[in-house]
């Protein structure tokens, strides 16, 4: 398969800022306002300050009472958004709303315009998009390919469901910059055009049922990506996946064994041609050869060269918080894999540590909030475990369908699975559940982690 054209020669993209911040002709425009924000965390805040840049009246509500509002936003706080929503034209959802709060569902049937942060912020960047979705995965994927476009000399954005939101970077970028968005279900099911150069679809695997439901709906959700690409544009997807219901005209690249970017004879190909050797990743794991595959599918079917795909994939490192070696403290190695969020998640980081071969044994840390998740497909791997210690909320749950000692929350489990290990084994954090229950993320529960090894390093 030809490589299509580069980025910079593609006339839907702008070469420089334009003069204001509407958006190129194949985004469609903004509502006019007043708009009503609803949730005011991060892209909340990002969203209305964005409008009002544009020229809006906005008004932010939310549920709860978050600290630190912006004095330079109008925001009501501990407010279901009703009587605020009397005076609106448009709404915009921040993610972590769900369609049937009262306020949204209200606005739905009103015929209100109801979109989210992603697709106001997509609609008012000229920039051309590289969007990446998946259960698991998508967090080093972008990262990855943000450091490839790096290393090719690009100036690039990653945004989205991870760092900034995408709405902070309107006016911000050159419009030839290309934006390396990760998207999550609950961003992509408020899309309502979005349409990314190129998109890829790492994985679905069971998760957030508590929100959407149901598994089908969940993956219809992720299939929003590519449902507005047009013959111009690349979908990226696994080798095996039925692709019935993806929705676009894009052109199909598959990735994995069989693929365009192929997985084979210990290498990673790309049109036959050999591109990389899995002992040159850095990154470790099948998972994470199944990631750099995705991220070197996306940046070589958009003209990227093969040399800078292959200097990132040699000097990519990894991402905080996945798979992390945090130190080793007598002799016992603490890894820290906080977004493991999901139970599929765990089982590929166990299984990245058995295949490096290794003896030792592993001291797991379960727990949090379990989302709706079965845990039974974890009992097998779990029970080759040294050891099993639950925190959280589901800890009882967990302990039902997969034995381990519930002990709380992280300070102890970290302190018994300490205790109970032997020098050579591994004391691993990948909770396969959310930790909102105990933690304001996941990265908070992961920097918690951090700090209880380095006060085991200290008192040593």
């Known amino acids: 398969m030809a490589p299509l054209p580069r980025d910079t020669g593609d006339t839907r993209i702008l070469s420089a800022p334009p003069a204001s911040l509407s958006a190129v002709s194949r985004r469609p425009p903004v509502p006019e306002g007043p708009w009503l924000v609803v ?74 315009p109801v979109i989210g942060e992603l697709e106001l912020a997509w609609r008012c960047l000229p920039n051309p998009f590289y969007a990446v979705t998946g259960t698991n995965g998508k967090t080093t994927s972008v990262e990855l390919l943000g450091a490839i476009l790096r290393v090719a000399g690009s100036p690039v954005a990653v945004a989205g469901n991870v760092g900034r939101p995408l709405s902070a970077l309107v006016g911000e970028l050159p ?190 840390i379960l727990g949090g909030q379990g989302k709706a998740q079965d845990f039974a497909p974890l009992r097998e791997p779990a029970s080759a475990c040294a050891g099993i210690w639950l925190i959280g909320e589901d800890a009882p749950a967990i302990e039902r369908a997969v034995g381990g000692t519930v002990v709380g929350d992280l300070e102890h489990a970290v302190a018994a699975a300490g205790a109970a290990a032997a020098p050579g084994d591994v004391v691993l954090l990948s909770p396969a559940c959310a930790s909102f229950d105990q933690f304001p993320d996941f990265e908070a529960r992961g920097r918690r982690f951090k700090e209880l090894v380095a006060e085991r390093r200290t008192s040593a």
């Not at 509500?61 to 605020?84: F, K, S």
């Not at 569902?105 to 009103?110: P, W």
């Not at 093969?306 to 603490?334: I, N, Y």
């Open 175 to 364: 419009g030839s910059a290309p934006v390396v968005c990760e998207a999550s279900s609950f961003q992509l099911e408020d899309t309502e055009a979005f349409a990314p150069e190129a998109a890829a679809l790492l994985n679905v695997e069971p998760d957030h049922l508590d929100r959407h439901g149901t598994f089908g709906a969940y993956r219809d959700a992720k299939l929003r990506l590519f449902a507005h690409q047009t013959a111009d544009d690349v979908a990226v997807l696994p080798v095996g996946f039925d692709d019935t219901g993806v929705g676009g005209a894009a052109r199909r690249v598959r990735f994995g064994p069989g693929g365009d970017l192929d997985d084979r004879a210990g290498h990673l190909w790309w049109n036959d041609v050999p591109l990389i050797a899995h002992a040159d990743l850095r990154i470790r794991g099948a998972h994470n050869r199944a990631n750099a595959a995705a991220a070197a599918a996306l940046a070589l079917s958009r003209g990227v060269s093969a040399d800078a795909v292959r200097e990132a994939l040699q000097t990519f490192p990894g991402v905080e918080h996945r798979l992390e070696e945090v130190g080793t403290v007598d002799g016992v190695l603490f890894i820290n894999d906080s977004k493991a969020t999901n139970v599929a998640s765990t089982l590929v980081a166990l299984r990245a540590l058995a295949e490096e071969g290794e003896a030792r044994g592993v001291h797991l």
């Open 39 to 112: 949730g005011m965390a991060r892209s909340g805040i990002a969203a209305a300050r964005l409008l009002r840049t544009l020229g809006h009246e906005v008004v932010g509500v939310d549920a709860g009472r978050p600290q630190g509002m912006p004095p330079d936003l109008d925001v009501r706080l501990g407010t279901d958004g009703l009587a605020e929503l009397e005076g609106a034209n448009a709404v915009v959802k921040s993610p972590g709303v769900p369609r049937h709060a009262p306020v949204i569902a209200a606005a739905i049937e009103r015929g209100l």
